[in-house]
C-alpha cells in the first residue's frame, strides 16, 4: 500500500505537465520571430534596393516614375560614365583620397590597436587600470565631441585643409583598443606564452609568430569596424578640409547633392545616387573578403590540461 500512494499521486501531475506541454507549441514562436526578422530584413535591405533601382533611372525618369522600380530607360552605364568622368573625373579623385584615409588610417588604428591591447592584456605593468579607465573614458566620447577642439589644435600648428588633419585622428580607435584589450585576455592562454618563452622565443617573436595568429579573428573585427568608421566619416573633413581636391567621398557627395538643389544650376541627381552606389561597393567587397577568417576558438586546444 505505501508503495502505490505515491505512485497515485504522481498521476496528476505528470497528466497537468503532459498538458501542458501540449498547449505549448514552439512553432508559433518560430512562425512570429520569422515574421519579424523578415519586416526587419525589409526595412534594412529597402534603402538598397531603392538606391539600386534609381541608379538605373535618367534625371528625368527619377521624378517621373515610381521609386521602387524601374524606370523607362535603363540607364545605369551611361550614370556610371557620366559619374566617373563629371567635372575633370573629381569622383575619382575623391575615391583616391577616401581610400588613403581608409590604408592609413584604419590599418594605422587597427596596428596601434591590436599592439597596444595585446601588451594591456598580457603583462603587468604600474597604471594598468588606471589606463583601462582612461580607454573605457574614451570610449564614452563621442568622436564629434572632439571634432572642433581637434580643429582649433590642428589649425594651430598648421595641419587644417591637409590630408593629415584627416589621418591622424583616424589613427586613435579606443573602442577598437578595448576590443583588442578584451579579445587577447581570453584568445591567447599564458601558459602557452610562457611555453614559448622557456623555449629562448624573444617577445616580438612571441608576438608575430603566435599571438598574431591567434588575434586574426579580433584583428579582423578591429579593421572592419575602422574601415566603416574612416569611410563613412563626414564630420571631421567638414570641419578640416576647405579644398575640394582633399574631399573624400563622403563629403564630395554632399557637394554635388547641394549643387543639384542650388537654384539656377543643373540636376544631377542621378550622379548623386550612382555615386552613392558606387560608394558602398567597395565596403560590401571587403566584408565579403574578409568574413571567411571570422572564425573563433583559435586557441582552443593550443593548452593541454
Known amino acids: 500500500m505505501t508503495a502505490v500512494a505515491p505512485r497515485t499521486r504522481a498521476l ?20 512570429a520571430l520569422t515574421i ?18 534609381n541608379s538605373t533611372k535618367t534625371q528625368e525618369d527619377l521624378f517621373g516614375t515610381f521609386g521602387l522600380w524601374f524606370g523607362n530607360d535603363f540607364a545605369l552605364f551611361d550614370n556610371i560614365g557620366q559619374t566617373l568622368t563629371y567635372n575633370n573625373g573629381i569622383f575619382l579623385r575623391w575615391l583616391g583620397n577616401t581610400v588613403m584615409y581608409v590604408v592609413i588610417g584604419a590599418g594605422g588604428a587597427t ?29 564614452a566620447v563621442p568622436g564629434t565631441a572632439l571634432a572642433v577642439p581637434t ?14 588633419s584627416v589621418i591622424i585622428p583616424s589613427l586613435i580607435s579606443p573602442f577598437g583598443l578595448y576590443l583588442m584589450w578584451v579579445y587577447a585576455a581570453d584568445a591567447i592562454p599564458t601558459e602557452l606564452l610562457e611555453a614559448a618563452r622557456m623555449d629562448g622565443a624573444s617577445e616580438a617573436r612571441i608576438f608575430f ?30 570641419i578640416m578640409l576647405s579644398d575640394p581636391q582633399w574631399y573624400p567621398l563622403t563629403l564630395g557627395l554632399n557637394q554635388w547633392n547641394l549643387q543639384a538643389i542650388g537654384v539656377g544650376s543643373t540636376p544631377i541627381f542621378n550622379l548623386v545616387i ?27 586546444g593550443g593548452v593541454k590540461e
Not at 597596444?116 to 589606463?131: E, I, N, S
Open 209 to 238: 609568430t603566435i599571438s598574431m595568429k591567434l588575434l586574426t579573428p579580433g584583428i579582423v573585427t578591429v579593421l572592419l569596424f575602422a574601415v566603416v568608421a574612416t569611410w563613412n566619416n563626414y564630420f571631421l573633413p567638414l
Open 12 to 31: 496528476p501531475l505528470q497528466a497537468a505537465a503532459t498538458k501542458r506541454r501540449r498547449k505549448y507549441d514552439p512553432t508559433r514562436r518560430s512562425v
Open 36 to 53: 519579424v526578422m523578415s519586416l526587419l530584413l525589409i526595412y534594412s535591405l529597402l534603402p538598397l534596393f531603392w538606391l539600386v533601382i
Open 111 to 139: 596596428i596601434l590597436a591590436t599592439a597596444a591591447g595585446y601588451g594591456l592584456a598580457k603583462y603587468q605593468f604600474p597604471g594598468r587600470r588606471a589606463v583601462f579607465a582612461i580607454v573605457l573614458g574614451a570610449v
Open 151 to 164: 580643429f582649433l589644435m590642428f589649425s594651430q600648428v598648421g595641419l587644417t585643409n591637409t590630408p593629415l
Open 274 to 300: 550612382t555615386g552613392s552606389l558606387l560608394t558602398i561597393v567597395p565596403i560590401i567587397a571587403i566584408f565579403l573578403v574578409l568574413q571567411r577568417y571570422w572564425q573563433s576558438g583559435l586557441g582552443a
